[in-house]
């Protein structure tokens, strides 16, 4: 029974960190996978000191003071396409070695927003807005099958992770014009998160020694909601007609609800002829991805500045974010940059170019299922206006209708962990044995196309 017991430990051991490792590489593009409104999903979101449309009240509420009519905009990605591979992510070694890479390919369509903008008197603006923050649907794939060798060593393993990420921002802005060049202005936002995972493994492993075959099945299914709050202040500054500055805080996310379930089965059957069968079934409810409540993101701070003209728009901004209240997910400073420029074609087309970042501050992988990826990106878009004139008597003169195009695309560097299981043996102790965990380079691919359409009333 002792060989036995050894034995069960190892393969449940096993179990557990492999699915694990497909669990954490299901992280999507760090905290800015979509940009929100027409401005800037061409400017690659450099708008913090230029953002006076509805895409303010997520950007910079202070560029709200700067608004003069209503507006309604929907915008949203027509497909988001997000490639992640990790190279040798599952590993077998043993009488014959095999590994494989894991690897997630999901196309999907995501509502990024909706906002709603009005003058409330002369100078102030409010803004109501619904952002999708973050959507991820993975799917990871592992399967390794080692054939029957001369020793009747065999062994095929087949692991699955599926889910979904969701992170939806709901809340209101104001913007004052206090003057005639500076603008102030607040926004607060309540945050709901939601995650849906389904793992399942399946081993089968035959040896020529006592315990002839060992088959083990594991199936978990997760969940995870929470509610959280966020507080943005901001300011523009016009330095002169052409130059402006701008300046917002997020403050750090206040988490104030979590909800979270986790079903856990394992089952593993070992048999031989001359041993007695071992069979084990064992169910928990440990959690997993849950976080907990109080302050869970840190802060971030951005300055932008930039000159506007009648023809063009030129915009830098910096985005910093400090390694506090996150050990995982902010272990390091996060400093990202974007880029944009917006060319006035003629009266009714824009075209808009970008660069940006989206570095994240998690904490170095270690083990599964630790991974950390920075992306790099550039975005291009089109944008149409077309003027309708309407009767006398009318609140307003005109009505002015957008459509905006963008692509956006981002590359991202990191790493990832990989696990190493050896099986060499196993025939004689029925032990399976865990092999340090080690990292591995990883390139992932994202992109995106915006489609986007607003009325100004």
């Not at 000191?49 to 990605?77: D, I, K, M």
């Not at 020793?151 to 969701?166: A, F």
């Not at 060049?181 to 081993?203: I, M, N, P, Q, T």
């Amino acid at each position: 029974m002792g060989t036995a017991a050894a034995r069960m430990a190892g393969l449940v051991v096993w179990s557990n960190v492999a699915l694990l490792a497909l669990a954490g590489v299901a992280r999507a593009g760090n905290e800015d996978s979509f940009l929100f409104g027409d401005h800037a999903s061409m400017m690659a979101g450099a708008v913090i000191a230029t953002a006076s449309g509805t895409g303010a009240t997520w950007y910079n509420p202070a560029g709200l003071g700067q608004n003069v009519r209503g507006r309604l905009e929907l915008s949203g990605t027509a497909f988001t396409l997000r490639l992640r591979r990790i190279p040798d992510g599952l590993q077998v070694t043993g009488p014959q070695d095999a590994r494989q890479a894991i690897k997630s390919t999901q196309l999907f369509i995501v509502p990024s927003s909706i906002v709603w903008v009005r003058q409330l008197r002369p100078h102030v603006s409010l803004g109501l807005g619904v952002f999708v923050t973050e959507q991820d649907i993975f799917r990871f794939d592992g399967d390794i099958q080692i054939p029957r060798d001369s020793s009747g060593y065999s062994n095929n393993v087949d692991g699955q992770l599926s889910g979904t990420i969701l992170r939806y921002h709901l809340g209101a802005s104001i913007g004052w014009q206090m003057g005639s060049r500076l603008r102030l202005g607040a926004s607060v936002f309540a945050v709901y998160e939601k995650h849906d995972e389904f793992r399942k493994l399946f081993a089968d492993a035959t040896s020529g020694g006592d315990f002839e075959t060992t088959f083990l099945q594991r199936l978990v299914d997760a969940e995870v909601s929470r509610l959280s709050f966020e507080v943005v202040v901001g300011a523009q500054l016009s330095i002169t007609d052409h130059w402006l500055l701008g300046a917002v805080v997020r403050s750090p996310r206040l988490t104030v609800w979590e909800g979270a379930s986790t079903d856990n089965s394992t089952s593993l059957v070992s048999r031989g002829p001359t041993v007695s069968a071992v069979t084990l079934t064992n169910v928990d409810h440990t959690l997993i991805n849950n976080a907990g409540t109080g302050l869970t993101m840190p802060p971030r701070i951005y300055l932008g500045v930039a000159r506007r003209t009648s023809q063009y728009e030129l915009a830098l901004e910096l985005d910093v974010r400090p390694p506090i209240f996150s050990e995982l997910r902010a272990a390091r400073w996060a400093i990202n940059g974007r880029a944009g420029y917006l060319r006035q074609l003629n009266a009714t087309n824009q075209l808009g170019f970008g660069l940006f970042t989206d570095r994240g501050g998690y904490a170095p992988p270690r083990v599964f299922p630790d991974a950390r990826v920075d992306y790099y990106g550039a975005t291009v878009g089109w944008k149409r206006k077309s003027r309708v004139k309407l009767r006398a008597g009318e609140r307003a003169t005109t009505l002015l209708f957008s459509t905006t195009v963008a692509v956006r695309y981002a590359l991202g560097f990191g790493e990832s962990t990989t696990i190493r299981f050896d099986y060499a043996d196993t025939a004689a102790t029925g032990r399976v044995a865990r092999i340090d965990d080690a990292r591995v380079d990883v390139i992932y691919h994202e992109l995106s196309l915006y489609l986007g359409t607003s009325l100004e009333f």
